[in-house]
């Protein structure tokens, strides 16, 4: 499964690690060390021109990446959600 993230990019549903809401997570210093971090080693992609809402953090083959959303981290876990259960399903959308 896929998820969309935003400016016609996906994510591998099963990659996800986390989805953290920028609002509330920047607040912490530990989670503004780790994305200025990820900065710093090339690993944030931003998947919007607007200001990001989300961040949406992933591990494929040992290698973590910060995708850095427009949409809201509720609205991702609502897409991630609809499409599990489409997927049982046997109706997975697209």
Known sequence: MYLSIGSDMAVRGDAIVGIFDLDNTTCSRHTRNFLRRAEEN???V???????KAFVLT??????????TQ???ATIE????????DTTRGQARE
Do not use: H, I, K, N
């Not at 609502?78 to 259960?85: D, N, T, V």
């Open 42 to 44: 090339g690993q944030v």
């Open 71 to 73: 949409f809201s981290a």
């Open 78 to 85: 609502r897409r991630g959600a609809r499409q599990a259960f």
């Open 46 to 52: 931003s998947a919007t021109d607007e200001l990001p």
């Open 59 to 68: 591990r494929e083959f040992t290698m973590d990446r910060v995708y850095l």
